[in-house]
């Protein structure tokens, strides 16, 4: 297949992309730079210069393709603060993207997370079938999810990757781990919140790379599909795993002190999130291949960055 990938050099693209091309499909990712051009014809892929926000080129890409995976999304203006900015461009995205392909029976992949799912399944292990309804408004990346899933009605074979809070390799330099670090690097205390129970899924990236493709080639319409290797870890034993590595201590942070300590993933910490992959080792055929979080911690390469 001729596959059009957004966000193909990102991380979780970084994965996805020689994924797709060493299973012979062609690649063309959307790049902003030509830096990012020239790193994906490096790796064998073709780049089309452009922007999320370019509605129009999003369409004719995606009708000039076979099939489409969407990563992309603006993380710079996330962090910026503009969460709900970043939330309805990425929903316009996947409504260009769906509309463009209504009727052609292709495949078009977008990405979810697991993380907003307690709240469709408090307390118990969420899987596949757990749907959030649409009406949470445009903060929730669930719109979109539930948007792209909506136009397997309209000819268009589409799915669903969400992806756990944590996902994790060497690929993986700006994520919530490396963040995690240096946070307990530059407050000298690895910490957690209440007693640490709360647990964490996590995925490796280079099987989120195989799922991705695995959606592409063959998940039927309407698929919601989970990258998910580790349930839920205690988030304590993910901070103590950290404390270990940098020779600090691990500790409960008060909950007053939980925004100064962990800044913007203070509100991300206490999240209870187990969640299974059952369903989709058995749609695609998959199973999760590679290190478990806390074995690929013990590896040693999240802490010899800076
Ligand atoms: N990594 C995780 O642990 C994780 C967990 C849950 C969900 N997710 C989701 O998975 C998807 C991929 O995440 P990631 O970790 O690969 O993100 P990432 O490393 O931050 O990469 C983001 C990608 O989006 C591109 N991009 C950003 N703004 C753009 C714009 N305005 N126009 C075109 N391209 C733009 C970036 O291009 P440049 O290379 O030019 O910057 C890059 O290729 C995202 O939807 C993310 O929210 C990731």
Not at 10 to 26: C, D, N, T
Not at 266 to 271: S, T
């Amino acid at each position: 297949m001729r596959v059009f990938v957004t966000g193909a050099t990102g991380h979780i693209g970084s994965a996805v992309v020689p994924e797709l091309l060493s299973a012979g499909h062609e690649v063309v990712g959307l790049a902003r730079s030509e830096a990012a051009a020239t790193a994906l014809k490096a790796l064998g892929a073709e780049a089309r210069l452009g922007d999320l926000d370019d509605l129009d080129g999003l369409r004719e890409a995606a009708s000039a393709a076979d099939g489409v995976i969407h990563l992309a999304f603006k993380h710079d203006a996330m962090r910026a603060g503009d969460y709900a900015g970043a939330i309805e461009d990425d929903l316009a995205a996947v409504r260009a993207f769906c509309e463009a392909l209504a009727g052609t029976g292709k495949p078009f992949v977008c990405t979810s997370g697991t993380g907003m799912l307690p709240s469709a399944a408090p307390g118990r292990t969420c899987t596949e079938d757990d749907v959030l309804p649409t009406g949470l408004g445009l903060q929730a990346r669930v719109v979109a999810e539930n948007t792209a899933i909506q136009f397997a009605d309209r000819g268009v074979r589409s799915s669903a990757v969400r992806l756990p809070p944590v996902v994790h390799s060497t690929l993986d330099h700006h994520g919530f781990i490396p963040t995690l670090i240096a946070t307990a690097r530059g407050t000298g205390v690895s910490g957690y919140l209440g007693d640490g129970t709360n647990r964490w899924p996590a995925g490796h990236t280079l099987d989120a790379g195989r799922v991705y493709r695995l959606a592409l080639e063959q998940a039927p319409a309407g698929s919601r599909l989970h990258v998910v290797g580790d349930e839920g870890i205690p988030f304590r034993l993910i901070a103590e795993t950290i404390g270990r590595h940098l020779g600090v201590p691990t500790a409960s942070i008060p909950s007053d002190q939980a925004q100064a300590h962990f800044g913007f993933l203070a509100f991300v910490v206490p999240l209870d999130n187990p969640t299974s992959s059952a369903r989709t080792q058995q749609l695609l055929g998959w199973q999760p291949a590679h290190p478990g979080l806390i074995a690929d911690l013990d590896l040693g390469h999240y802490f010899t960055e800076a």
